[in-house]
């Protein structure tokens, strides 16, 4: 079983050029879509979170239960559901706007305990910047690492909701320590500051970089890089690309049975180039068709 802890919100995705082109709601979070990608892909999976009891809400969790995700972990409230107005460029890359006071997700607190046979954790995104309930979503992190699961990071930097950039920079140099896996964009990753061998050497046991349509490259403990090449397709949009190479990573090492340190050391050049171009496959996928939809197993192919 794969955990995702994290935000599930609805995107507002413009039909057409300009400030008023009309918006059509999308099922969307960076943990959601995360968590949608692994059960399409077939892992068994199960979501952490806090959704709204109204109708935003319960779409949300329909979309979970068709991608075979249990739902059975996620709390709920009468608080509202939180909106991200998404702006996406002629060459289909996306920015966002939220609406976040007093949303439901805000107010997730951490569960006693993980699944039975939980053999991995992701966390990411909003859910660890907006308190309270970013501290409770730590500390479960914290806890995860503590009794030796596998975690995944990707922080999926949303600067227009972080009020104070050195004490977030600071904040995510406290998580490396409990985290496994760190998966993160080129622009997150100057965002942060750092390099990954500064990353690796904090806790990770390897750091992998997200470079658009250019391709992703895996940063391992010892020095060893693994590069692929992006894979050329007709860009609709990229919402959810990076989620897609989350979900992938997890169902491949899993696959694999690499949901380790031991594992992942383990993985050599070629398992490492094999498990990104499965990744970048993936991500090709959602990226050729409009809003977050991630691929099923049937269309990429083995890990």
Not at 13 to 32: H, R
Not at 136 to 165: C, H, K, M, S, W
């Amino acid at each position: 079983m794969i955990v995702v802890a994290g935000e599930a919100l609805i995107d507002l995705v413009p039909q057409g050029t300009g400030a008023l082109a009309q918006l059509k709601p999308a099922l969307g979070g960076g943990p959601y879509n995360t968590a949608v990608a692994l059960g399409r892909l077939g892992s068994p999976t199960a979501f952490c979170s806090r959704t709204s009891e109204d109708a935003f809400g319960e779409a949300l969790l329909d979309g979970l239960r068709r991608a075979g995700v249990d739902v059975r972990g996620v709390q709920r409230g009468p608080e509202p559901t939180t909106l991200a107005v998404a702006t996406v460029d002629a060459d289909g890359s996306a920015a966002y706007s939220f609406y976040v006071d007093g949303t439901a997700d805000r107010l997730f607190t951490a569960p006693a305990g993980l699944p039975e046979g939980t053999r991995a954790v992701s966390f990411g995104t909003c859910s660890l910047v907006l308190e309270p309930g970013a501290s409770a979503y730590e500390r479960l992190l914290r806890a995860a690492a503590a009794q030796g699961v596998f975690t995944a990071l990707d922080p999926n930097v949303r600067p227009g909701l972080i009020a104070d950039a050195d004490a977030y920079r600071a904040r995510f140099l406290g998580w490396l320590p409990s985290v496994s896996l760190l998966k993160l964009s080129e622009e997150d990753a100057r965002w942060l500051g750092g390099s990954p061998r500064e990353w690796l050497a904090a806790g990770p046991s390897a750091v992998v970089i997200t470079h658009g349509g250019d391709g992703l490259t895996a940063h391992v403990r010892g020095g060893a890089e693994h590069s692929v090449p992006g894979e050329k397709v007709d860009v609709v949009d990229t919402i959810g690309a990076g989620d897609t190479v989350n979900a992938a990573l997890l169902h491949g090492l899993s696959v694999r049975d690499a949901l380790s340190p031991e594992g992942i050391a383990g993985l050599g050049a070629e398992g490492w180039r094999g498990l990104l171009r499965f990744a970048a496959r993936a991500a090709a996928v959602t990226c050729s068709r409009a809003g977050a939809e991630p691929p099923y197993a049937s269309e990429v192919g083995e890990p």
